[in-house]
T-cell receptor, first 113, second 120 residues
Framework: SQKIEQNSEALNIQEGKTATLTCNYT??????LQWYRQDPGRGPVFLLL?????KEKRKERLKVTFDTTLKQSLFHITASQPADSATYLC????????????FGSGTRLQVQP | GAVVSQHPSRVICKSGTSVKIECRSL??????MFWYRQFPKQSLMLMAT?????????EQGVEKDKFLINHASLTLSTLTVTSAHPEDSSFYIC????????????????FGAGTRLSVL
C-alpha cells in the first residue's frame, strides 16, 4: 500500500540547534516533494519544493534533501528558534497526473528557548 | 505572494442545518481548488477537487450530496455542508494552485486559514 510516513512523536530541541525531520514514502514515485508548515488552527504554508533530479534545496535556514533511492526526504532547520515551533508536513502528488497533494501526518517540532 | 482567503474561520451550528464555507484566491486566478478535512492530530485528507466551470471530483467515501462544491468563478469556490451532524465537526481547509506559470509554480498549493466547524 502507499504510505507517507513522518515521525508522529514530537521533536524537542534546544534553541540554536539543527532540527532534522524525516519523510519516508512507499509505493510512490513523485517528481516533486514539498514541505509545508502548519501552526495550530491554521492552514499549511508552503516552504520548499524539491524535484526528483535535485539532491538538495536551500532557503535561508531551511534545507531539504531528496533521495529517490531511499525514498526519503530530510528537512533541516539550522539555528532553530522558538518561532520555528510548528508541525511540518511533507507532501507529494500520488500519481503524475494528480493535481491534489497527498500529505504525511506531520511532525511537531518544539524549540525550547 | 499568492493569498487564499477562507471564510468563516469558525462556525457553530445546530444539527440539521447547512453551512457554507467560501474560499477565495485574492491575487491570482485558480481554475483548480481543493477542499481538505483535518481531524485533531491527523493529517489533511483530501475531500474533493473543485474545477472552475465544471463538476467537482470527489474522493472515495466522500458524499457529494452532503458536501456540495461550487466553483463558479476563477477566484471563488464554496463548500456547503448540508444537513450537518456532529460527526461533520472538523477543520475544513481549502487550497488553490495558480493557473499560469511554470510546472513548479503550478505544483505549489496556497492554503486558506481553515474553518473550524462545530455541529451541536
Amino acid at each position: 500500500s502507499q504510505k507517507i510516513e513522518q515521525n508522529s512523536e514530537a521533536l524537542n530541541i534546544q534553541e540554536g540547534k539543527t532540527a532534522t525531520l524525516t519523510c519516508n514514502y512507499t509505493n510512490y514515485s513523485p517528481a516533486y516533494l514539498q514541505w509545508y508548515r502548519q501552526d495550530p488552527g491554521r492552514g499549511p504554508v508552503f516552504l520548499l519544493l524539491i524535484r526528483e533530479n535535485e539532491k538538495e534545496k536551500r532557503k535561508e535556514r531551511l534545507k531539504v534533501t531528496f533521495d529517490t533511492t531511499l525514498k526519503q526526504s530530510l528537512f533541516h532547520i539550522t539555528a532553530s528558534q522558538p518561532a520555528d515551533s510548528a508541525t511540518y508536513l511533507c507532501a507529494l502528488h500520488a500519481t503524475p497526473g494528480r493535481r491534489a497533494l497527498t500529505f504525511g501526518s506531520g511532525t511537531r517540532l518544539q524549540v525550547q528557548p | 505572494g499568492a493569498v487564499v482567503s477562507q471564510h468563516p474561520s469558525r462556525v457553530i451550528c445546530k444539527s440539521g442545518t447547512s453551512v457554507k464555507i467560501e474560499c477565495r484566491s485574492l491575487d491570482f486566478q485558480a481554475t483548480t481548488m481543493f477542499w481538505y478535512r483535518q481531524f485533531p492530530k491527523q493529517s489533511l485528507m483530501l475531500m474533493a477537487t473543485s474545477n472552475e466551470g465544471s463538476k467537482a471530483t470527489y474522493e472515495q467515501g466522500v458524499e457529494k450530496d452532503k458536501f456540495l462544491i461550487n466553483h463558479a468563478s476563477l477566484t471563488l469556490s464554496t463548500l456547503t455542508v448540508t444537513s450537518a451532524h456532529p460527526e461533520d465537526s472538523s477543520f475544513y481547509i481549502c487550497s488553490a494552485r495558480v493557473s499560469s506559470g511554470g510546472a513548479i509554480a503550478k505544483n505549489i498549493q496556497y492554503f486558506g486559514a481553515g474553518t473550524r466547524l462545530s455541529v451541536l
